[in-house]
């Protein structure tokens, strides 16, 4: 029977769930929240007519966007997403650029976006690959957006399904498949497209037969008016759908159906003039054909002077009617013709549908199509057609097609298909194409980790264009470079000092790269000098706006190496200051993965200042747009492990996983930042045989890479510390006299610290270790570092105590925990008070199943009944982050899961 509320949809029957969860969504979205919602079903179960009650419910008060798929645009690199964007007036954001980028200029759009917003899109099934990325990623943003998503799909082609089953399984979505009428609802459709009440067994057998298909069932209802009579019920599905829907063209002529077979080939929609052409036929005979299927409601007007099949369900059964040979001529022939009136976009998709192998026209077509695709970002389609040109093209493929496809197989992260495409590349006789193959050879060797096979290709290139192309040899030294410093700091400087040898044949901005990426790795490998160069070429770029961008288009930022480096060295406002200017320009330029990498340094930035807030922000968001770049969240990882530490949240998995990934790529600032912390933590929880094991490990990875800034991992103290627990005193000497070697040479506060809390705690008396303990405490309080400096305050508290000095212990444990509170740091704020209340001090109480304000905030949210990917988006922290959240907070309050927090919420609000 029709829906209780069948007046939101006329004549659409049994699909409240999909109403509800529609409406749901709008309800949302007028509130704040968006989300995503999904309709799934077969070709005529009344998915469109739910996007048209969905537009209708949105009102006044919703803004609403409507875009639709077609298998012809399948091919064309965002297609789907241009036609939202082009809607809105922004499609020009998405400009030049990688898919991340693009990705993140959408976004960051979307996030200033401050009216309700639903987009309805249609067919998703047929959407290309690139939109549906984006889409994809959007969809996981939008909780804490006025923005929601409806869209409509089959459940085959399986690619927009296994994405969305994705999002559903991941709580960013819900799907609702549409499925069949029941005789119920089959009865009551029969009823009201004939005008009467039909028998029970004729209802019985139109269900069955059409598989309770409200479309089709439309269309028996038509046939059922005239007075046909029913098929028999053993008649195969497949028999009963094309007697149906072919009824209308039993009048047609031969020239109709081969007009109606041409527009089928075209797509769902077309231009009538393109089908006439296509099927051989003279304007004036294709134009009264054209009426004539117009009449007989296969076809209908559609915008912009073009028409389409009343519903894609006809135009996919008199494609797929079409015998294979006919189906190829004719895509082969709509290839020709797009040529001819230059629509190479088009023209693509006919040709890989055409199976055009060995067609010049076509390899020359699908290259440059490809070409396109990968500069507009768009890889799926780019190395989709690039493919299909290489394979076109046979024997006979160029190198300059191979050296593009593995670029585009590259961009996308197949870095192994790629090495596979650049190695099968003839030896060209050109020097400069040769070097452009072992470049790109070196950069697949080093997304796979292999940095000999890295480091040998680039040197290959450099060889063969030192002369004849300086700038490019400067790009690939500094590729070099690259790729080295992750493994062997020190190893590194050789090919930025070559690159360095060239500058005065280069043009001023690679002669800025040059110096800038020179004087960051001398900062790394603990040379004070290279920071004054870094400095310098930061500054003139500073000085000048237009340059931001093209500067941050480029590996070796002027502003993020000196941002980098001057965190490190203790110049904290030049470092914010050149983050902020190069952020801004990210933003500008629509740069994802350097953003990314960007607000993960700066977060770290943000916790040596001790402003641990700032920094779980700058977390939350450098490990979204993680989703885009791997680089990018495994270096952010290491910053979210270091707060939540800090924060008392110590996951231990989060770790672990960190590790496996960095090892076998020997990402050593990864790894070495991870070892310290473990290894910090196991010292501070009283495991010290396992804490020195780590410090060691560190301490020999650091000697061996030539990471010689003893600041970019701080581990020295705490391994100070470790070997002083154990017994160590030779160990704690040598890495005291490491750091006295470095200071000499960086300008920094931290190490001379350390090694003055060495120092102290290797002296002869309590008498010759205070001054040294006064000293290490004095030099943080001067540099901005309260973090540092509340470690060592409790450093100087532990070691007075032990020595007997007990009024000293309390004052300096009192001070850390002042500290380790202001800064919001509950690890060290716990340390301090057992130590304080240890030295007799006065302890402060507080309640056991007290719930931190950031607990309180989780808790109650999830008590309102919100996910943890919605929490997260709310908090702007990460999901991992919320569910150690719920951990403690079922253990304070006595609960085992979430239910339990919802009755426990209810139970007290209603008390």
């Known amino acids: 029977m029709p829906l209780a509320d069948s007046a939101t949809i006329d004549h659409v029957w049994e699909r409240q769930p999909a109403i509800e969860a529609v409406g749901a969504l709008l309800e949302g979205v007028r509130d704040g929240r968006g989300g995503a919602v999904f309709l799934v079903g077969d070709a005529g179960v009344g998915k469109s007519a739910l996007l048209d009650d969905a537009e209708r419910r949105a009102g006044v008060g919703v ?82 957006l006025p923005v929601g998503l409806v869209a409509t799909l089959r459940p085959w082609p399986r690619e927009a399904a296994d994405i969305v089953a994705g999002l559903t399984h991941d709580d960013h979505a819900r799907a609702v498949t549409l499925p069949p009428l029941t005789e119920a609802g089959a009865a009551a459709l029969l009823a009201d497209r004939v005008g009467r009440t039909l028998p029970t067994s004729v209802v019985h057998t139109a269900q069955v037969l059409t598989a309770g298909n409200p479309l089709l069932l439309a269309h028996l209802s038509s046939a059922l008016a005239e007075g046909a009579d029913l098929p028999r019920l053993d008649t195969p599905p497949d028999a009963v759908r094309r007697r149906l829907l072919l009824r209308r063209f039993t009048d047609l002529s031969e020239d109709g159906m081969g007009l109606a077979r041409a527009g089928a080939v075209l797509g769902v929609r077309f231009r009538p003039s393109a089908a006439i052409e296509l099927a051989g036929l003279s304007t004036a005979d294709g134009d009264a054909v054209l009426d004539g299927l117009l009449a007989h409601q296969v076809l209908r007007e559609a915008p912009g002077r073009q028409v389409e099949f009343t519903h894609p369900l006809i135009r996919q059964l008199l494609y797929d009617d079409l015998p294979v040979t006919s189906r190829l001529r004719l895509h082969g022939n709509t290839f020709r013709m797009l040529v001819a009136c230059d629509r190479p976009d088009e023209a693509a998709e006919h040709a890989v549908l055409g199976d055009l192998v060995g067609d010049r026209r076509a390899v020359a077509v699908l290259t440059r199509t490809g070409r396109a695709a990968f500069e507009a970002g768009a890889l799926s389609t780019a190395v989709r057609y690039l493919n299909a040109a290489r394979a076109f093209a046979g024997d006979a493929a160029g190198t300059d097609l191979l050296l593009l496809t593995g670029r585009a197989l590259l961009a996308a992260g197949r870095a192994d298909d790629a090495i596979e495409v650049l190695a099968a590349a003839e030896d060209p006789s050109d020097d400069l194409v040769r070097a452009q193959l072992a470049r790109e050879l070196g950069r697949a060797s080093y997304q796979l980790g292999r940095a000999q096979d890295a480091a040998r290709y680039f040197a290959r290139t450099v060889e063969l264009v030192r002369v004849v192309a300086p700038g490019v040899a400067v790009e690939a030294l500094l590729d070099q470079a690259t790729a080295g410093h992750v493994h062997d700091v020190a190893a590194s400087l050789e090919p930025a000092r070559q690159a360095l040898e060239l500058i005065d044949r280069v043009d001023p901005v690679t002669r800025r790269r040059a110096q800038s990426a020179w004087g960051y790795l001398s900062c790394i490998n603990g040379d004070g000098a290279g920071l004054a160069a870094v400095a310098e070429a930061a500054e003139q770029v500073a000085a000048d706006p237009a340059a931001h961008l093209a500067d941050l288009s480029w590996g ?49 930035l943000y916790i040596r200042t001790g402003r641990l807030d700032a920094a779980g922000s700058d977390v939350a968001r450098a490990l979204e747009l993680g989703d885009l770049a791997p680089l990018v969240r495994r270096y952010t990882t290491t910053s979210q492990a270091w707060l939540l530490l800090l924060r008392d949240e110590w996951d231990e998995e989060l770790c672990e996983r960190l590790e496996a990934e960095a090892s076998p790529l020997r990402d050593l600032g990864s790894l070495l930042t991870v070892w310290w912390l473990r290894g910090r933590r196991a010292l501070h929880e009283g495991d010290v045989a396992s804490a020195c094991a780590r410090f060691e490990l560190v301490e020999e990875t650091t000697n061996d890479a030539g990471l010689c800034e003893p600041c970019v991992v701080p581990w020295a103290r705490d391994a100070i510390l470790g070997y002083a627990r154990a017994g160590r005193r030779s160990d704690v000497l040598r890495v005291v006299s490491l750091l006295d070697a470095a200071s000499e040479r960086v300008p920094c506060a931290w190490p001379r610290s ?20 006064d000293r290490a405490v004095a030099l943080l309080e001067q540099s901005g570092q309260p973090v540092e400096l509340a470690e060592a305050l409790l450093a100087d508290g532990e070691w007075s105590s032990q020595a007997g000095r007990l009024r000293r212990a309390r004052a300096r444990f009192a001070e850390a925990l002042n500290l380790a509170e202001r800064v919001g740091s509950a690890w060290l704020a716990r340390r301090a008070r057992h130590q304080l209340s240890r030295a007799g001090g006065r302890r402060r109480r507080g309640t056991p199943s007290e719930l931190t304000p950031a607990e309180r905030r989780v808790a109650d949210l999830a008590a309102a009944g919100h996910s943890n990917a919605e929490i997260a988006s709310t908090l702007s922290v990460a999901v991992t982050t919320v569910e150690t959240h719920l951990r403690r907070i079922y253990t304070k309050l006595g609960v085992r899961n979430r239910r339990e927090l919802m009755l426990r919420d209810r139970t007290r609000a209603d008390t």
């Open 63 to 144: 803004e609403v966007v409507r875009a639709a798929a077609a298998p012809v645009e399948s091919g064309v690199p965002f297609a789907l997403i241009s036609q939202v964007l082009d809607r809105l007036g922004v499609a020009e954001r998405l400009g030049d650029g990688t898919a991340a980028d693009h990705l993140y200029r959408v976004r960051e759009w979307l996030r200033r976006y401050d009216r309700p917003l639903l987009v309805a899109t249609d067919d998703l099934h047929w959407a290309d690959r690139d939109s549906l990325v984006v889409l994809s990623f959007l969809a996981r943003r939008l909780t804490a």
């Open 556 to 604: 070796w930022g002027a502003l993020s190496s000196y941002a980098y480096a001057a965190k490190w060295f203790d110049r904290f406002e030049d470092s914010e200051r050149c983050f902020e200017l190069a952020l801004t320009a990210a933003d500008r330029l629509g740069a994802a993965s350097t953003a990314g990498f960007l607000l993960a340094s700066r977060s770290e």
């Open 754 to 773: 350390a090694a003055d809390l060495g120092r102290a705690v290797t002296a002869s008396s309590a008498e010759a270790a205070e001054p040294w303990l």
